[in-house]
């Protein structure tokens, strides 16, 4: 059976992702911190993060999921849609 995850749960697993991969200050990293302008993360790094976050919650997502993510936030907020659903993954 999945786990499921609840947003703070995201958030704090996203944010040691993010430090451990990317080597980002997690100090001050909060839901409306900008993915590119304030983390510095760039489009290979959100592609290492999404197979992280995929293994973690044990469910296939679609890259265009990720088009409008631009914070923190944003990636909790997919990848907590995406936790809900039944099934392999819609986009």
Do not use: C, W
Request: proline fraction near 1%; charge should be negative; avoid cysteine.
């Amino acid at each position: 059976m999945e786990k499921t995850y609840t947003k703070e749960e995201l958030f704090d697993e996203i944010v040691r992702v993010m430090g451990d991969l990317f080597e980002v200050d997690t100090e001050g990293v909060t839901r409306e911190s900008r993915l590119v302008e304030d983390l510095d993360l760039d489009s290979i790094d959100a592609v290492d993060m999404i197979v992280h976050l995929q293994n973690m919650i044990g469910k296939r997502i679609k890259p265009e999921a990720f088009k409008s993510v631009r914070t923190v936030g944003d990636v909790v907020d997919v990848i907590y849609d995406f936790s809900q659903q039944n099934g392999e993954a819609a986009n």
